[in-house]
DNA sequence: GTACGCTAAATGCACGTGCATTGAATGCGC
DNA sequence: GCGCATTCAATGCACGTGCATTTAGCGTAC
């Protein structure tokens, strides 16, 4: 690939991530209460068969660094979307698992990213 | 397109945008002492044939918020790479001109983004 | 058992960003 | 001329992030 070329992937990359992460971020924010970060998690989870994941799994999918991601974790358990649990075979380990309200409230925001995201990536 | 396959264009989008935006973000800070915003700034700058824009230009050309981005020239200001020179015709406005440490700085870091770019994106 | 290194997650801190506001300058209507 | 809405850039502030460190628990060697 000629240099030119990928800095113009890389440029085109850049836009993109821009347009769709600025129009989620929004979307979700003021229509359910959820920054970007927040959604993944709990989208994440409810793809879990048990809706529960470990800390050092959510962080292979989400790209956050592990301080990040203990904060997201840390802003909703504060908001009871998830709860986190001590991991009986390793105690360092915590588990993050979804709530019934945690999973409502996915499911309210759901259209919402799907949609979101259809709209701008066909845009 | 189907939602899935939206949503995992999505996830590719940030994947690629995370890895590549970490390497970029470190490889030019800890060998030319540059944050991404920086050079991006700069590489706008050297394409332009007065190596000199107006903020609102830069504005359009970069994915940043229009406090974001005066914060951002007003480092490079502040390092000697860009200067702030007031636009005769309409004075509210401000140019941001490419100085020659600063087409130096660009000289010295541009094949460290290219190559950055090129190895990330193969990968 | 004890000591050591390693891993998991949380926390202090500094920094960059976005939002909202401010201050300055323009252009339009009158 | 005088307002008045609009535009451009800068700034106060709050917030999320990353880096480095800390705390706790694990595993291995001895």
Redesign the pocket.
């Known amino acids: 690939m000629p240099e030119e070329v990928a800095v113009k992937t890389w440029r085109e990359l850049s836009r993109q991530f821009a347009a769709l992460s600025w129009a989620l971020e929004?979307a979700l924010k003021e229509q359910h209460e959820l920054?970007m970060?927040e959604f993944e998690v709990l989208d994440r989870l409810v793809e879990d068969e048990h809706r529960c994941l470990?800390?050092?799994e959510l962080?292979e999918l989400i790209h956050?660094?592990?301080?990040?991601l203990?904060?997201?974790?840390?802003?909703l358990e504060k908001d009871g979307l998830v709860e986190?649990a001590l991991?009986a075979t390793?105690?360092?380990?915590?588990y993050v698992r979804l709530t019934d309200p945690g999973q409502q409230r996915h499911a309210e925001a759901r259209p919402t990213h799907r949609r979101v995201i259809n709209d701008t990536l066909r845009g």
Chains 1, 2 share one sequence.
Do not use: W
């Open positions: 929004s920054g970060s470990r800390m050092q962080g956050l660094s592990q301080s990040a203990s904060r997201t974790v840390a802003r986190r991991c390793d105690r360092r380990g915590v």
